[in-house]
């Protein structure tokens, strides 16, 4: 039975878990509120003014009074939203729900919004900049002000964003060393996750892209390569950085969205947007390439070569211009090929003589 009892109140807690998200889309009475404050506390200000009538004057004073100073307490509890906004609100430390349409809101005016992210801009992966909390400190500290610097925003942006990463140095299956770089397109699809399951999701997100973009390029050789396995079925394939982009970064979109999906957060799209050999061995790698190429136009050259020589042979011979031998078939071909397969303009010579 004891056991039973703790299941129970176990299932009872998850059920209450904070990450579930509640939306609060009954509450767009700001206006109201706004407006029938400032009618009291024009109001509160006649009565202290010009007073009340007879007998309960000092009691309308009173009241008039406590209005005034505690009435703006009200004000607290008006929230605006814009289009793909979100507030995540909180009531003395307990999770009450989401505000997620655009509107003005009024809440319970000790509702705090919780957004561990809001002083986190994400330019670079790996480069979480920080420099706007530095200048906001030392302008307290200087006590100079400054209209470009104010504090965050505690809203959560539901927009599409983009996660430009940063070039990252990595090894292919081979263990050439790879620079690449990758755009991300995400977006907060649960803000009670982003907010309570992660510390910090723009940072956590960061991360994990990192992770994943090193995680995939492993796998694949940066150019095509022989009995290389890519998809993981023990077979060699054809897949490589260089060739299969469109693959590559499908399952970088596919890592990344596996380990960000408990944060709340969805991976729309992923993009390779810089790939190259890392400088250390570019030039070795271009050489490299340039006798690859250079080896595939030789070949081309002397197949193409032999089968002129060939034609040339058989054109003769059909047409008995000319009855060679054995010797003088091969020193035709060696002068054939020559000038088929040399990289210069061939140097004709004339001979005003017999052949030997």
Not at 117 to 145: E, F, P
Not at 183 to 212: G, H, I, P
Not at 277 to 285: F, N, Q, R
Not at 305 to 333: F, H
Request: aromatic share 6%.
């Amino acid at each position: 039975m004891k056991t039973n009892n703790r299941d129970f109140n176990s299932s009872n807690a998850l059920q209450g878990h904070p990450t579930e998200e509640k939306i609060l889309d009954s509450r767009r009475s700001g206006m109201t509120v706004l407006v029938l404050t400032i009618v009291l506390y024009v109001a509160a200000g006649v009565v202290l003014i010009f007073g009340g009538p007879g007998p309960i004057d000092l009691p309308l004073r009173i009241l008039a009074f406590i209005w005034i100073c505690l009435g703006w307490i009200l004000f607290l509890g008006l929230k605006v939203l814009g289009p793909q906004e979100a507030l995540v609100l909180t009531l003395f430390g307990q999770y009450i729900g989401t505000l997620k349409d655009a509107g003005f809101y009024f809440v319970h005016p000790f509702c705090v919004a919780v957004n561990p992210a809001a002083g986190t801009r994400l330019g670079q992966s790996r480069d979480v900049d920080d420099s706007h909390k530095s200048d906001l400190l030392s302008m307290m500290a200087t006590g100079k002000k400054d209209a470009s610097l104010s504090l965050p925003s505690k809203k959560i942006s539901l927009k599409i964003m983009t996660l430009n990463n940063s070039r990252q140095k990595v090894n292919d299956v081979l263990g050439n060393p790879v620079e690449i770089g990758v755009a991300v397109m995400w977006r907060v699809s649960d803000t009670a996750r982003a907010v309570f399951t992660v510390d910090n999701y723009k940072e956590y997100l960061s991360l994990q892209c990192d992770a994943a973009v090193r995680n995939i390029v492993k796998i694949y050789p940066y150019d095509m390569a022989q009995n290389v396995d890519t998809t993981g079925d023990g077979l060699a394939d054809d897949g490589s950085l260089r060739g299969s982009t469109e693959v590559v970064a499908q399952r970088i979109r596919d890592e990344i969205q596996s380990k960000v999906s408990e944060a709340g957060l969805t991976i729309l799209d992923a993009r390779i947007t810089y790939l190259a050999y890392a400088p250390e061995i570019a030039a070795v790698m271009l050489q490299r390439q340039q006798a690859s190429a250079i080896i595939d136009a030789r070949k081309m050259i002397v197949d193409g070569a032999v089968g002129m020589v060939q034609m040339a042979l058989e054109k003769l011979s059909d047409e008995q211009i000319v009855d060679l031998d054995d010797e003088r078939k091969a020193a035709m071909v060696s002068n054939l090929l020559v000038v088929l397969c040399g990289s210069h303009d061939a140097q004709p010579v004339v001979n005003s003589g017999s052949l030997y």
